[in-house]
C-alpha cells in the first residue's frame, strides 16, 4: 500500500524538493531546535554511505553517488549558513554545536583550535586531495581502456565463453563503468570545494564574532573570543565531520582495485590474512623491541597476539588446502553433455589445430581438459549462430614447430596460425612502459600491437588501459575467427543431407517438395554457402527453403536462388547492423554512378561481375572506405544498392573492404528507419564516359 506521503508527493518529485528545500535554507531562517536535528541527520546520513560503500560488492552498484555527493554537498552547505546566521545574529545555534565547541576545546581555547585546525587540514590536504587525484586517474584510465574492454567482450563472444545477450550486458556495464568515473572525476571537485568553503565559513564566524561580540553585545575581548570561538569550532565540527565522512566514502568508492569480485570490507580482510607468516614477522619485531628495553607489557601482548593469529590463520589455511584436494580426489569425470555427444555423431570437414612441443602443457592434463570444454562451447556458440555444426577440432603436438608456435589447419591446409606464452598473458593497447618484461608482438586475431606480459602484472596492465587476455583465450578467438571466416567451406554436402533430414521431422512439406525433383543437395549447398561467406547465418532453413522452392519454378541459377534467400531473411541479416538508437546506417550510391555501374554489370557462368576501368574501382573503394572509417564505432554501415547491382557489387568490394556488407534495397524492411551516412560519387566516371566516347 501507498504510504501518505507517495500519495500526496511522487517518488520522482523528492528529489528536486530536497535539493530545492537545501536551497531555501540558504537564505530562510531556521530556528536552532531545527538545526539540531538537521545536523544530526547529517551525521547519521554520512555514516551511512560510508558503511554503504564498503559493503557494496561493485562501485556500479552506487552508480548515483555523484549525485548524492552533489547534493550532501549543498545540504551541508545549507546548514552551515544556517548556523553562521545564527551565531552572529544570536550568539547561540543551538545544542548540537555547543556540545561539539565544548568537547573538542575544553578548559583550553588555543589547544581546542589547533585540534580543529588540524582536522580541517587533514579533510582538505589528505582525503579530499587524495580522492579527487584518484577520481581523475580512474576516470582518464577507464575512458582509455573502454575500446580495450569491448574488443575484449568482443574476443570472447567469439570464442563462445559469452553468449549475445551477456555480451550486450557486459558492453552497457562498460559504458556504465565510464560514465560513472566520469562523473565521480567532475564530483569529486564538490568535495575539495565543500573544504574550502568550511574552512572560509569558520574563518568568517571567527572574525564576525569577534567584532559582533565586541562592537555589538559590548563583551571584553576575553568573553567574546570564549563565547565565539566555542560556536565556531562545534559548528565546523558538525559539519566537518560528515564532510570527512563523505570524502573518505568516495576513496573507498574510487580505490576499489583490489576489491572487484566483492564488498571492500570483506576483500581488505581476506588479502590481509591471505599470507600468514606476515604476522610471525610482525611478532618477532615486537619481541626484539621487549628486549630491546622498551617496556615489555605492550610488546609482548602485541607479539603475542599477532603470532596466535598467523598461527590461527596458517592452520585454516591447510585445513581449506586438504579439504579442495580431498574434493578434486573424489570427484568423477564430469559428464558428456547431449550437445557434445551430438557434435562427436557428425564428422564432417576435418579441423585441426596443431602445437608445438613447448605448448603441450597447454593442451593436456587439467589445462586441456579446460581447454576442451571451452572448445566445445565455442562449437556450440557457433553453431546456434551460424546454424549447422562445426566439424570436431582435433588438438595434436607437432615436434617441428618452432617455439610456442601454433597452426590451424582446415582440410590440411594452414588458414592461421602464431606464437603463445601460456605463462604470460597478452595485454592490447594501454600504456606498458612501466611493465617489464614484455614481449612485443601483433595480435594473431586482429593484428594489432599487442604484448606479452607477466602474469603479475595484470593489474598494472589493466589500470594502464590494456586489455588483457589469457593464451587459451587468444587461441580460442583465433579458432572462432578462422571458423567463421571460412565456414561457407566447412559446409560440406553431408551436412546439408543432415540438415534436410533434420528439417524434415518438422517441415516435411518443404523438403519433400523441393527434393528430389526442385534442387538437387548440391544446388542447396552452393546457395547455403553463398549465405555464410556474407556471413548471413542458415539457422533459419526453413525459410530459405521456402524461398529456394519458390524461385527455382523461374530460376534455378545459383546467384538467383541466393539473392531469393536472402530477401527471406531480410530482417535477420539487418538486425546484426542495426545501431543502438535502432536506425540503419547506409552509404548509399549516387543515382549516376549506380545507373553508370549498373550499365557496366556483365553476366558470365560464375555470376554477374562488374566491367569497370582500373581507375573507377579504385576510385569506388577509396570512396567507400572513406565512409566506413567516417561512421560511428557503434554500428556498422552497410551499403545499400539496387537488387540487380548487389551480388556484382558485393564481388568487386569483398577483396579490400570484406567486412563491409552489401545489401539490396528489396532485403531492407520497409518498416525500418535508416540514416544515411555518405553518398558515394565517383569522380572518375565523367572522365571514363568522355574517355570511352
Do not use: C
Not at 517518488?11 to 531555501?24: D, G, Q, S, W, Y
Amino acid at each position: 500500500m501507498r504510504t501518505a506521503l507517495q500519495r500526496w508527493v511522487p517518488k520522482e518529485f523528492l528529489i528536486p524538493l530536497a535539493a530545492i528545500m537545501a536551497i531555501l535554507m540558504l537564505v530562510i531562517p531556521m530556528p536552532p531546535i531545527i538545526l539540531d536535528f538537521f545536523l544530526l541527520a547529517n551525521i547519521a546520513m554520512a555514516i551511512g554511505i560510508l558503511v554503504l560503500t564498503l559493503s557494496i560488492h561493485s562501485p556500479l552498484e552506487l552508480g548515483a553517488f555523484p549525485t548524492l555527493l552533489l547534493l550532501a554537498t549543498l545540504f551541508r552547505l545549507a546548514l552551515e549558513v544556517t548556523a553562521t546566521r545564527l551565531i552572529l545574529m544570536h550568539g547561540f545555534a543551538g545544542a548540537v554545536i555547543a556540545t561539539f565547541g565544548k568537547l573538542v576545546v575544553g578548559g583550553n581555547l588555543v589547544v581546542g583550535l589547533v585540534i580543529f585546525t588540524i582536522l580541517v587540514l587533514i579533510q582538505f590536504l589528505v582525503i579530499t586531495k587524495g580522492a579527487e587525484r584518484v577520481s581523475e586517474v580512474a576516470a582518464r584510465f577507464t575512458l582509455d581502456a573502454m575500446p580495450g574492454k569491448q574488443l575484449a567482450i568482443d574476443q570472447a563472444m567469439n570464442a563462445g565463453h559469452l553468449s549475445e545477450n551477456d555480451a550486450r550486458q557486459r558492453r552497457a556495464d562498460v559504458e556504465a563503468e565510464a560514465d560513472f568515473y566520469g562523473a565521480m572525476d567532475g564530483a569529486s571537485k564538490f568535495v575539495r570545494g565543500d573544504a574550502i568553503a568550511g574552512l572560509l565559513i569558520v574563518i568568517i564566524n571567527l572574525i564576525g564574532g569577534l567584532l559582533i561580540g565586541l562592537v555589538g553585545r559590548h563583551l571584553s575581548i576575553g568573553q567574546a573570543a570564549h563565547t565565539y570561538s566555542i560556536l565556531t569550532v562545534g559548528e565546523g565540527l558538525t559539519t566537518q565531520i560528515p564532510a570527512l565522512l563523505f570524502s573518505t566514502a568516495t576513496g573507498f568508492l574510487v580505490t576499489r582495485s583490489g576489491a572487484r569480485e566483492g564488498a571492500a570490507a570483506h576483500a581488505l580482510l581476506d588479502q590481509i590474512t591471505a599470507m600468514p607468516r606476515v604476522f610471525y614477522l610482525v611478532a618477532l619485531v615486537l619481541f626484539a623491541l621487549a628486549i630491546l628495553g622498551i617496556p615489555p607489557l605492550y610488546p609482548l601482548v602485541l607479539g603475542s597476539a599477532a603470532a596466535g593469529t598467523g598461527w590461527m590463520l596458517e592452520r585454516r589455511h591447510q585445513q581449506r588446502t586438504a579439504a579442495q584436494a580431498a574434493q578434486q580426489a573424489t570427484e568423477a569425470a564430469p559428464p558428456v553433455s547431449a550437445t557434445a555427444t551430438a557434435l562427436a555423431k557428425i564428422n564432417v570437414a576435418r579441423l585441426q589445430i596443431e602445437v608445438s612441443a613447448s605448448l603441450i602443457p597447454l593442451v593436456s592434463g587439467d589445462a586441456g581438459r579446460v581447454l576442451s570444454d571451452h572448445i566445445q562451447g565455442l562449437r556450440s556458440r557457433i553453431a546456434a549462430d551460424l546454424g549447422f555444426v562445426v566439424p570436431t577440432i582435433d588438438v595434436r603436438d607437432l615436434r617441428d614447430l618452432g617455439w610456442n608456435a601454433y597452426r590451424i589447419r582446415l582440410r590440411g591446409g594452414i588458414v592461421g596460425g602464431g606464437q603463445l606464452y601460456p605463462e604470460h598473458l597478452l595485454a592490447m593497447g594501454g600504456n606498458l612502459e612501466g611493465i617489464q618484461p614484455v614481449i612485443a608482438v601483433k595480435d594473431p586475431v586482429f593484428d594489432q600491437d599487442a604484448a606479452w606480459i607477466p602474469a603479475s602484472a595484470k593489474s598494472r596492465a589493466e589500470m594502464a588501459g590494456a586489455t588483457v587476455i589469457s593464451a587459451a583465450t587468444v587461441l580460442l578467438t583465433h579458432l572462432g575467427e578462422v571458423i567463421r571466416h571460412h565456414a561457407a567451406e566447412l559446409l560440406s554436402r553431408e551436412a546439408v543431407r543432415q540438415l534436410m533430414d533434420h528439417v524434415r521431422q518438422s517441415h516435411p512439406t518443404v523438403v519433400n517438395e523441393l527434393l528430389p525433383d526442385g534442387l538437387s543437395i548440391g544446388e542447396i549447398q552452393q546457395v547455403l554457402q553463398n549465405l555464410l561467406r556474407e556471413r548471413v547465418t542458415i539457422r533459419d532453413l526453413p525459410t530459405i527453403l521456402e524461398a529456394l522452392g519458390d524461385r527455382a519454378r523461374t530460376s534455378r541459377a545459383i546467384v538467383d536462388l541466393t539473392e531469393a534467400a536472402r530477401q527471406a531473411l531480410s530482417r535477420m541479416i539487418v538486425e546484426p547492423y542495426l545501431a543502438a538508437d535502432g536506425h540503419l546506417h547506409v552509404i548509399v550510391l549516387a543515382p549516376a554512378t549506380e545507373q553508370w555501374l549498373s550499365q557496366h554489370r556483365m553476366v558470365t557462368e560464375a555470376g554477374p561481375i562488374l566491367s569497370v576501368p582500373p581507375a573507377v574501382a579504385q576510385a569506388l573503394l577509396q570512396q567507400l572506405r572513406k565512409a566506413a572509417q567516417s561512421a560511428s564505432v557503434q554500428s556498422t554501415p552497410v551499403l545499400l544498392t539496387a537488387g540487380e547491382l548487389r551480388w556484382a557489387l558485393r564481388r568487386q568490394v569483398e577483396r579490400s573492404l570484406p567486412q563491409m556488407p552489401v545489401l539490396s534495397y528489396s532485403e531492407y524492411p520497409p518498416d525500418l528507419a535508416m540514416q544515411t551516412i555518405a553518398q558515394i560519387t565517383i569522380p572518375t566516371v565523367a572522365d571514363t564516359e568522355s574517355a570511352l566516347a
